[in-house]
């Protein structure tokens, strides 16, 4: 029956990693980067000189950075595949953001374009597309959308992957992890 197809859709929870065998309750579907790629240039002995980090705000040299999340529908499930990475925005953005932090308004702000700056798993050369970050409620870092519209991960991004996809890129980070 199809209504039966239609309940039992997202049932599916268990996972397994392909890897080490572990076996997840829920499919692992939010993966990330403490830093942006341009921190890891730096040579440690110049860290604590040429950079100030905080959760979601990172200043490098002259280069300001705010985490966002990309979301990727899944078609097929419930709940999205998502990289909470970072973006490059621009100094006045980068300010507008921290007068902002905790204003309720700051959801009606205009989206900031950025460039990504970290290489997200299963696409090939993410680092510096162009993106808009959308602010969301204090307290939830900014949306990302990616505006290159040539690039796959603009095109999942706006359409969506299918389960089978999320899957294979979840499995490929986790074994990236275990190595």
């Known amino acids: 029956m199809k209504l039966f197809q ?11 990693c392909l890897c080490c065998g572990q076996i997840y309750d829920e499919i692992p579907l939010t993966f990330g980067s403490e830093f942006p790629s341009y921190y ?6 110049e860290i604590s000189e040429r950079v100030e980090y905080e959760k979601s705000l990172c200043i490098i040299d002259d280069h300001f950075f ?33 007068e902002n932090w905790n204003d ?3 959801i009606h702000l205009e989206p900031y374009f950025g460039y990504l700056q970290n290489e997200i798993f299963g696409y ?3 680092l510096n597309l ?12 900014p949306n990302v959308q990616v505006i290159d519209d040539s690039h796959q991960l603009y095109s999942d991004q706006k ?5 089978e996809k999320a ?3 979840v499995q490929n980070i986790l074994k990236i992890h275990h190595n």
């Open 40 to 45: 890891f240039t730096i040579p440690e002995n």
């Open 130 to 141: 162009h993106t808009v970050s959308i602010e969301n409620k204090p307290g939830i870092i």
């Open 159 to 163: 359409n969506g992957i299918s389960l």
């Open 6 to 16: 239609f309940l039992n859709k997202n049932k599916e929870t268990k996972f397994q």
């Open 104 to 106: 309720e308004e700051r």
């Open 66 to 98: 705010h985490r966002v999340r990309l979301a990727i529908p899944v078609l097929d499930y419930s709940e999205n595949l998502n990289f909470d990475i970072w973006v490059t925005i621009s100094e006045e953005n980068f300010i507008k953001r921290n």
């Open 124 to 126: 090939q050369n993410t």
């Open 167 to 169: 899957k294979s890129i």
